[in-house]
């Protein structure tokens, strides 16, 4: 989708792109594993292992008690906490996830990262999560996946080079929930990524 001359936005389903690269279950013991943790819910996204992609059940199974986790917030480096092993949720609604706990959650902590590399190795910008373009672009997207008249809420837009080739990308994080309630049909959260 175009939303100005020579930009498109492509979007991912994250759960079924973590699903798609998956890696030898066997190697997970032999080699050094990665996890990555949403650090407000504590929700196990899954690991990288020798620079692949595996699921959350089966990184939990090479995940040690009191591993070192770097916390990171949208734009910086928020220091280290230590992990517990993997878990399932204590939520009745997300029981079939794992969680890790850790020993600090700061408030503005996105996500904790088990490994030697910096996740922010190039500046991230917050913009304006009201811009008009970013905005009618959501909305435009929507209508074409079958959503009439969509009430888009924009919660937040970051401009980032993402694979280092010089170009930034813009991600945009979106939603129609305007209150704190259960989600319907209806409902459209989403992440969008402009490439």
Known sequence: MKISQ???????????????????PFLVAKADVHPIVEVQSGYLFGATINSKWIKSEEAAKAISDERTYKIYGLTQSLGEAKGAKPKPSEEEVCSDVLTVSLSSTPEKGAIALAAPWNALPRKVQI??????????AVRDFLKTKGIDNPKVKIESILRVDLDGDGEEEVLISATNYFQKMRARQCDHPLAVIQW
């Open 6 to 24: 020579g930009v498109r936005l492509a979007t991912m389903s994250i759960p079924y792109a973590a699903s798609v690269m998956v890696a030898n």
């Open 127 to 136: 913009l304006d999560a009201t811009q008009q373009v970013y905005v009618d």
